[in-house]
Protein backbone atom coordinates (compact mmCIF):
# COMPACT_ATOMS: atom_id res chain seq x y z
CA UNK A 1 0.00 0.00 0.00
CA UNK A 2 1.18 3.50 -0.76
CA UNK A 3 2.57 5.12 2.26
CA UNK A 4 1.32 8.91 0.60
CA UNK A 5 -2.16 7.21 0.71
CA UNK A 6 -1.99 6.06 4.50
CA UNK A 7 -1.04 8.85 5.47
CA UNK A 8 -3.56 11.02 3.62
CA UNK A 9 -6.27 8.50 5.51
CA UNK A 10 -4.67 8.93 8.82
CA UNK A 11 -4.44 12.68 8.31
CA UNK A 12 -8.07 13.38 7.12
CA UNK A 13 -9.43 11.02 9.64
CA UNK A 14 -7.28 12.65 12.73
CA UNK A 15 -8.31 16.31 11.19
CA UNK A 16 -11.57 15.60 10.85
CA UNK A 17 -11.64 14.10 14.38
CA UNK A 18 -9.79 16.91 15.93
CA UNK A 19 -11.83 20.04 14.52
CA UNK A 20 -15.37 18.29 14.95
CA UNK A 21 -14.54 17.70 18.95
CA UNK A 22 -12.72 20.98 18.93
CA UNK A 23 -15.64 23.19 17.88
CA UNK A 24 -18.67 20.90 19.59
CA UNK A 25 -18.92 22.52 22.31
CA UNK A 26 -19.10 25.82 20.97
CA UNK A 27 -21.69 24.23 18.67
CA UNK A 28 -23.40 22.88 21.29
CA UNK A 29 -23.87 26.53 23.68
CA UNK A 30 -24.77 27.47 20.60
CA UNK A 31 -28.15 25.13 19.86
CA UNK A 32 -28.39 25.98 23.82
CA UNK A 33 -28.94 29.83 23.20
CA UNK A 34 -31.28 29.04 20.52
CA UNK A 35 -33.04 26.52 21.91
CA UNK A 36 -32.57 23.85 19.54
CA UNK A 37 -33.56 21.05 22.22
CA UNK A 38 -34.76 17.74 21.50
CA UNK A 39 -38.64 17.10 22.03
CA UNK A 40 -39.45 13.36 23.72
CA UNK A 41 -42.79 12.23 22.47
CA UNK A 42 -44.90 10.95 25.33
CA UNK A 43 -45.31 7.44 23.36
CA UNK A 44 -41.57 7.23 24.04
CA UNK A 45 -40.07 4.59 26.82
CA UNK A 46 -39.99 6.03 30.01
CA UNK A 47 -36.02 6.02 30.31
CA UNK A 48 -36.16 8.79 27.62
CA UNK A 49 -37.53 11.12 29.03
CA UNK A 50 -34.57 12.60 30.65
CA UNK A 51 -32.96 13.59 27.35
CA UNK A 52 -35.46 16.45 26.83
CA UNK A 53 -34.20 19.18 25.90
CA UNK A 54 -30.58 17.91 24.75
CA UNK A 55 -29.05 20.03 21.68
CA UNK A 56 -29.85 18.02 18.31
CA UNK A 57 -28.85 19.18 14.98
CA UNK A 58 -25.03 17.84 16.00
CA UNK A 59 -25.47 16.37 12.49
CA UNK A 60 -25.11 19.42 10.58
CA UNK A 61 -22.00 20.52 12.21
CA UNK A 62 -20.27 17.41 10.91
CA UNK A 63 -21.58 17.82 7.28
CA UNK A 64 -20.04 21.49 7.17
CA UNK A 65 -17.34 19.98 8.42
CA UNK A 66 -16.56 17.09 6.11
CA UNK A 67 -17.13 19.40 3.04
CA UNK A 68 -15.20 21.88 3.84
CA UNK A 69 -12.04 19.29 4.66
CA UNK A 70 -12.75 17.44 1.41
CA UNK A 71 -12.56 20.89 -0.36
CA UNK A 72 -9.76 22.15 1.75
CA UNK A 73 -7.90 18.90 1.15
CA UNK A 74 -8.59 19.08 -2.92
CA UNK A 75 -9.88 15.39 -2.69
CA UNK A 76 -13.30 16.61 -4.86
CA UNK A 77 -13.50 14.66 -8.35
CA UNK A 78 -15.73 12.28 -10.16
CA UNK A 79 -15.61 9.78 -7.18
CA UNK A 80 -16.40 12.25 -4.78
CA UNK A 81 -18.75 15.07 -6.01
CA UNK A 82 -22.03 12.63 -5.38
CA UNK A 83 -21.38 11.87 -2.07
CA UNK A 84 -20.71 15.05 -1.31
CA UNK A 85 -23.90 16.49 -3.09
CA UNK A 86 -25.78 14.06 -1.07
CA UNK A 87 -24.37 15.40 2.25
CA UNK A 88 -25.32 18.56 1.06
CA UNK A 89 -28.95 18.01 -0.46
CA UNK A 90 -30.04 15.46 2.15
CA UNK A 91 -28.60 17.41 4.83
CA UNK A 92 -30.72 20.51 4.12
CA UNK A 93 -33.86 18.62 4.49
CA UNK A 94 -33.06 16.95 7.54
CA UNK A 95 -31.59 20.57 8.91
CA UNK A 96 -35.15 22.19 7.98
CA UNK A 97 -36.56 19.22 9.74
CA UNK A 98 -34.70 19.27 13.14
CA UNK A 99 -35.57 23.61 12.86
CA UNK A 100 -39.17 22.88 12.71
CA UNK A 101 -39.15 20.17 15.64
CA UNK A 102 -36.96 22.16 17.99
CA UNK A 103 -38.95 25.21 17.34
CA UNK A 104 -42.76 23.73 17.20
CA UNK A 105 -42.55 19.79 18.31
CA UNK A 106 -42.72 19.13 14.78
CA UNK A 107 -41.20 18.44 11.92
CA UNK A 108 -41.68 18.11 8.20
CA UNK A 109 -44.67 15.50 7.32
CA UNK A 110 -43.31 12.14 6.38
CA UNK A 111 -44.60 12.44 2.41
CA UNK A 112 -42.37 15.82 1.95
CA UNK A 113 -39.93 14.27 3.20
CA UNK A 114 -39.68 11.37 1.12
CA UNK A 115 -40.51 13.53 -1.82
CA UNK A 116 -37.11 15.67 -1.20
CA UNK A 117 -35.39 12.82 -0.89
CA UNK A 118 -36.55 10.90 -3.73
CA UNK A 119 -35.85 13.94 -6.12
CA UNK A 120 -32.55 14.06 -4.68
CA UNK A 121 -32.25 9.96 -4.76
CA UNK A 122 -33.26 10.49 -8.56
CA UNK A 123 -30.77 13.51 -9.32
CA UNK A 124 -27.91 11.56 -8.15
CA UNK A 125 -29.22 8.36 -9.54
CA UNK A 126 -28.64 10.39 -13.19
CA UNK A 127 -25.56 11.69 -12.72
CA UNK A 128 -24.02 8.76 -11.29
CA UNK A 129 -25.31 6.15 -14.79
CA UNK A 130 -24.61 8.98 -17.07
CA UNK A 131 -21.76 10.19 -15.71
CA UNK A 132 -19.68 6.56 -15.37
CA UNK A 133 -22.35 5.08 -18.08
CA UNK A 134 -23.09 2.01 -15.35
CA UNK A 135 -25.67 -0.57 -16.49
CA UNK A 136 -25.38 -2.97 -13.68
CA UNK A 137 -24.00 -4.62 -10.85
CA UNK A 138 -21.18 -6.23 -9.02
CA UNK A 139 -22.60 -9.74 -7.96
CA UNK A 140 -20.98 -11.33 -5.45
CA UNK A 141 -18.88 -14.75 -6.81
CA UNK A 142 -20.13 -13.95 -10.33
CA UNK A 143 -19.24 -10.33 -11.64
CA UNK A 144 -20.82 -7.77 -13.70
CA UNK A 145 -24.76 -8.02 -14.10
CA UNK A 146 -25.79 -5.51 -16.49
CA UNK A 147 -29.70 -4.40 -16.14
CA UNK A 148 -29.96 -1.53 -18.33
CA UNK A 149 -30.03 2.15 -17.57
CA UNK A 150 -33.43 2.65 -16.50
CA UNK A 151 -33.54 -0.45 -14.09
CA UNK A 152 -30.02 0.82 -12.72
CA UNK A 153 -31.12 4.30 -11.86
CA UNK A 154 -34.44 2.74 -10.10
CA UNK A 155 -32.92 -0.03 -7.78
CA UNK A 156 -29.99 3.14 -6.91
CA UNK A 157 -32.32 5.76 -6.22
CA UNK A 158 -34.29 2.63 -3.77
CA UNK A 159 -30.89 2.13 -2.17
CA UNK A 160 -30.16 5.95 -1.98
CA UNK A 161 -33.83 6.76 -0.21
CA UNK A 162 -33.55 3.03 2.08
CA UNK A 163 -30.29 3.75 3.51
CA UNK A 164 -30.97 7.27 4.39
CA UNK A 165 -34.40 6.13 6.29
CA UNK A 166 -32.36 3.47 7.97
CA UNK A 167 -30.34 5.71 9.38
CA UNK A 168 -32.63 8.11 10.66
CA UNK A 169 -34.31 5.20 11.85
CA UNK A 170 -31.82 3.61 13.87
CA UNK A 171 -30.56 6.72 15.95
CA UNK A 172 -32.73 6.29 18.59
CA UNK A 173 -30.34 6.18 20.94
CA UNK A 174 -26.90 7.27 22.49
CA UNK A 175 -23.71 6.63 19.99
CA UNK A 176 -26.34 3.78 17.55
CA UNK A 177 -26.27 5.33 15.11
CA UNK A 178 -23.14 7.72 14.79
CA UNK A 179 -21.06 4.01 16.21
CA UNK A 180 -22.89 1.79 13.36
CA UNK A 181 -22.17 3.80 10.50
CA UNK A 182 -18.35 4.36 11.39
CA UNK A 183 -18.12 0.41 10.62
CA UNK A 184 -20.06 0.74 7.37
CA UNK A 185 -17.85 3.20 6.29
CA UNK A 186 -14.48 1.39 7.32
CA UNK A 187 -15.98 -1.12 5.07
CA UNK A 188 -16.43 1.01 2.31
CA UNK A 189 -13.50 2.24 2.86
CA UNK A 190 -11.52 -0.83 2.37
CA UNK A 191 -13.39 -1.43 -0.32
CA UNK A 192 -12.28 1.79 -2.41
CA UNK A 193 -8.07 1.29 -1.52
CA UNK A 194 -8.91 -2.16 -3.28
CA UNK A 195 -11.31 -1.40 -5.84
CA UNK A 196 -10.32 -2.02 -9.58
CA UNK A 197 -9.61 0.98 -10.32
CA UNK A 198 -8.25 2.02 -7.01
CA UNK A 199 -10.63 5.01 -5.69
CA UNK A 200 -7.90 7.04 -3.83
CA UNK A 201 -10.12 10.08 -2.92
CA UNK A 202 -13.07 8.20 -2.24
CA UNK A 203 -11.20 6.36 0.39
CA UNK A 204 -10.04 9.86 2.06
CA UNK A 205 -13.66 11.51 1.63
CA UNK A 206 -15.20 7.95 4.16
CA UNK A 207 -11.81 8.29 6.16
CA UNK A 208 -12.86 11.79 7.08
CA UNK A 209 -16.37 11.44 7.25
CA UNK A 210 -15.29 8.78 9.99
CA UNK A 211 -13.30 10.92 12.03
CA UNK A 212 -15.99 13.23 11.83
CA UNK A 213 -18.34 10.44 12.96
CA UNK A 214 -15.91 9.68 15.82
CA UNK A 215 -15.35 13.61 16.92
CA UNK A 216 -19.40 13.09 17.51
CA UNK A 217 -18.85 9.89 19.26
CA UNK A 218 -16.71 11.86 21.59
CA UNK A 219 -20.24 13.91 22.73
CA UNK A 220 -22.98 11.44 21.84
CA UNK A 221 -21.70 8.56 23.81
CA UNK A 222 -24.50 7.70 26.68
CA UNK A 223 -25.03 9.95 28.50
CA UNK A 224 -25.43 12.00 25.19
CA UNK A 225 -24.53 15.58 25.58
CA UNK A 226 -25.81 16.48 21.63
CA UNK A 227 -27.99 14.04 19.33
CA UNK A 228 -27.57 14.09 15.50
CA UNK A 229 -30.74 14.91 14.22
CA UNK A 230 -31.86 14.35 11.22
CA UNK A 231 -29.61 16.57 9.33
CA UNK A 232 -26.78 13.91 10.48
CA UNK A 233 -28.78 10.71 9.89
CA UNK A 234 -30.69 11.33 6.70
CA UNK A 235 -27.32 13.08 4.87
CA UNK A 236 -24.70 10.23 6.47
CA UNK A 237 -27.20 7.45 5.01
CA UNK A 238 -27.83 9.40 1.35
CA UNK A 239 -24.04 9.45 1.61
CA UNK A 240 -23.39 5.97 2.14
CA UNK A 241 -25.43 4.79 -0.46
CA UNK A 242 -24.10 7.20 -3.29
CA UNK A 243 -20.24 5.81 -2.08
CA UNK A 244 -21.53 2.34 -2.35
CA UNK A 245 -22.90 2.95 -5.52
CA UNK A 246 -19.57 4.59 -6.92
CA UNK A 247 -17.58 1.78 -5.81
CA UNK A 248 -19.87 -0.63 -7.32
CA UNK A 249 -21.09 -2.69 -4.53
CA UNK A 250 -24.01 -1.41 -3.70
CA UNK A 251 -25.45 -5.02 -3.58
CA UNK A 252 -23.28 -5.69 -0.40
CA UNK A 253 -24.70 -2.44 1.26
CA UNK A 254 -27.62 -4.55 3.03
CA UNK A 255 -25.19 -6.56 4.43
CA UNK A 256 -22.71 -4.07 5.39
CA UNK A 257 -25.46 -2.02 6.91
CA UNK A 258 -27.44 -5.16 8.50
CA UNK A 259 -28.29 -2.85 11.25
CA UNK A 260 -29.94 -0.32 9.31
CA UNK A 261 -31.95 -3.17 7.09
CA UNK A 262 -33.13 -4.48 10.43
CA UNK A 263 -34.19 -1.68 12.08
CA UNK A 264 -35.97 -0.41 9.37
CA UNK A 265 -37.49 -3.91 8.48
CA UNK A 266 -38.86 -3.54 12.14
CA UNK A 267 -40.56 -1.02 11.32
CA UNK A 268 -42.61 -1.52 8.11
CA UNK A 269 -43.66 -4.97 9.61
CA UNK A 270 -45.08 -3.27 12.55
CA UNK A 271 -46.98 -1.41 10.11
CA UNK A 272 -48.14 -3.87 7.84
CA UNK A 273 -48.91 -6.30 11.02
CA UNK A 274 -51.20 -3.00 12.69
CA UNK A 275 -53.12 -2.84 8.75
CA UNK A 276 -53.43 -6.21 7.82
CA UNK A 277 -53.89 -8.46 11.56
CA UNK A 278 -55.12 -5.03 13.63
CA UNK A 279 -52.64 -5.34 16.23
CA UNK A 280 -48.72 -4.92 16.67
CA UNK A 281 -46.29 -7.44 16.64
CA UNK A 282 -43.35 -5.43 18.62
CA UNK A 283 -43.80 -3.72 21.81
CA UNK A 284 -42.10 -0.98 20.44
CA UNK A 285 -39.99 -0.05 16.81
CA UNK A 286 -37.51 0.55 15.86
CA UNK A 287 -36.72 -2.57 17.38
CA UNK A 288 -34.26 -1.30 19.53
CA UNK A 289 -37.09 0.00 21.54
CA UNK A 290 -37.98 -3.74 21.81
CA UNK A 291 -35.25 -4.69 23.81
CA UNK A 292 -35.39 -1.57 25.47
CA UNK A 293 -38.21 -2.14 27.24
CA UNK A 294 -37.38 -5.85 27.52
CA UNK A 295 -34.83 -4.83 30.06
CA UNK A 296 -31.54 -4.16 28.18
CA UNK A 297 -29.41 -0.98 29.25
CA UNK A 298 -28.78 1.82 26.68
CA UNK A 299 -25.73 1.17 26.79
CA UNK A 300 -25.66 -2.60 26.42
CA UNK A 301 -28.24 -2.30 23.20
CA UNK A 302 -25.66 -0.16 21.32
CA UNK A 303 -22.39 -1.99 22.19
CA UNK A 304 -24.11 -4.91 20.85
CA UNK A 305 -25.20 -3.27 17.97
CA UNK A 306 -21.52 -1.74 17.37
CA UNK A 307 -20.51 -5.66 17.83
CA UNK A 308 -23.00 -6.73 15.12
CA UNK A 309 -22.10 -3.73 12.77
CA UNK A 310 -18.06 -4.62 12.94
CA UNK A 311 -18.84 -8.45 12.14
CA UNK A 312 -21.00 -7.28 9.15
CA UNK A 313 -18.62 -4.75 7.98
CA UNK A 314 -16.16 -7.85 7.92
CA UNK A 315 -18.48 -9.72 5.61
CA UNK A 316 -19.20 -7.33 3.27
CA UNK A 317 -15.21 -6.70 2.44
CA UNK A 318 -14.58 -10.16 2.45
CA UNK A 319 -17.55 -10.70 -0.30
CA UNK A 320 -16.04 -7.96 -2.01
CA UNK A 321 -12.77 -9.22 -1.63
CA UNK A 322 -13.97 -12.60 -3.23
CA UNK A 323 -15.16 -11.43 -6.38
CA UNK A 324 -11.90 -8.65 -6.88
CA UNK A 325 -10.22 -11.26 -9.54
CA UNK A 326 -13.84 -10.80 -11.23
CA UNK A 327 -13.14 -7.11 -11.61
CA UNK A 328 -10.09 -6.96 -13.36
Known sequence: MNTELVQALVGGLLLAF????????????????????????????EAHTGKEGT??????????????????LGIYDASTYAPLAALGGVGILGG???????RRGEGITPRQKLLWQTVVAIA??????????????????VGDFNVGPVIWIVVAAFAIISASNGVNITDGLDGLAAGTLVFSYIAYLIIAMLNTPNQTNLAILCAIIIGALLGFLWFNVHPAQIFMGDSGSLALGAALAVTALIAGQVLILPIIGIIFVIEAGSVVLQILAVKTIGRRIFRWTPIHGQFELGGWDEEKITLRYWIVAA???????VLFLSSLHLLA
Open 311 to 317: LAAMIGV
Open 124 to 141: AAIYLQRHYDLLGFRVPF
Open 18 to 45: AVVVILMRPYMQLLGWLGFGKHIRAEEP
Open 55 to 72: PTMGGLLMIVVIIVLALG
Open 96 to 102: VDDYLNA
